[in-house]
């Protein structure tokens, strides 16, 4: 199941990323000698792909964002920006973060909940559907099934000019045609 859903997310991440722009534009530079490219790979490190998300990083927990490799960023892509949300609850959304600076190898745990992250080269936070800046965990309600969690990464060609606070419209509206590249990571949680 985690699967078919891995696939819808990278299917809606198309659509945020605009027609022109796609992995299949990057440079020789990148190109593995394959005649294939290294992805992009932004994962947290305490737990795995399609895994269970650690309790400290959830509502019930600390509530506090996890700590994230990164690897194979585009020699494009200027910043990157990361949206999570819970497919399973109408795409509810926990966390939105941009203009992390391209050539971060690690986004560190507990980034703090204001517009801007001085620690991560000034990037920028949204607004999630509590109502707040910054991240809020996972926080199914009680008796449901474990509901899917989505960590989208996107590489970005440019520096947003989106203010902190903006919601996911705006962010949307922000990467359309400036995606070089997106990876998908999922994990669950229940209570």
């Given at each position: 199941m985690l699967s078919r859903r891995r696939l819808l997310a990278a299917g809606g991440a198309a659509v945020v990323a605009g027609c022109g722009s796609g992995p299949d534009e990057r440079t020789a530079t990148e190109d593995d000698g394959s005649g294939g490219y290294e992805p992009l790979v932004v994962r947290p490190s305490g737990f795995e792909d399609e895994g269970t998300i650690?309790?400290?990083?959830?509502?019930?927990?600390?509530?506090?964002?996890?700590?994230?490799?990164?690897?194979?960023?585009?020699?494009?892509?200027?910043?990157?920006?990361?949206?999570?949300?819970?497919?399973?609850?109408?795409?509810?959304?926990?966390?939105?973060?941009?203009?992390?600076?391209?050539?971060?190898?690690?986004?560190?745990?507990?980034?703090?909940?204001?517009?801007?992250?001085?620690?991560?080269?000034?990037?920028?936070?949204?607004?999630?559907?509590?109502?707040?800046?910054?991240?809020?965990?996972?926080?199914?309600?009680?008796?449901?099934?474990?509901?899917?969690?989505?960590?989208?990464?996107?590489?970005?060609?440019?520096?947003?000019?989106?203010?902190?606070?903006?919601?996911?419209?705006?962010?949307?509206?922000?990467?359309?045609?400036?995606?070089?590249?997106?990876?998908?990571?999922?994990?669950?949680?229940?209570?």
């Amino acid at each position: 199941m985690l699967s078919r859903r891995r696939l819808l997310a990278a299917g809606g991440a198309a659509v945020v990323a605009g027609c022109g722009s796609g992995p299949d534009e990057r440079t020789a530079t990148e190109d593995d000698g394959s005649g294939g490219y290294e992805p992009l790979v932004v994962r947290p490190s305490g737990f795995e792909d399609e895994g269970t998300i650690p309790r400290k990083y959830t509502g019930v927990g600390d509530d506090v964002s996890p700590p994230m490799t990164v690897e194979n960023v585009p020699a494009k892509a200027e910043t990157l920006a990361i949206v999570l949300d819970d497919p399973d609850a109408n795409e509810f959304l926990h966390w939105l973060i941009w203009n992390v600076p391209a050539d971060t190898d690690e986004i560190p745990e507990g980034i703090p909940q204001s517009g801007t992250v001085d620690s991560l080269g000034g990037a920028r936070q949204g607004t999630n559907d509590f109502g707040e800046v910054g991240y809020r965990g996972p926080l199914p309600p009680e008796g449901d099934a474990a509901h899917t969690y989505q960590f989208t990464t996107y590489a970005v060609d440019t520096s947003l000019e989106l203010a902190a606070g903006a919601d996911r419209g705006e962010l949307d509206s922000a990467l359309d045609g400036h995606v070089i590249d997106r990876y998908p990571f999922v994990a669950t949680f229940e209570r």
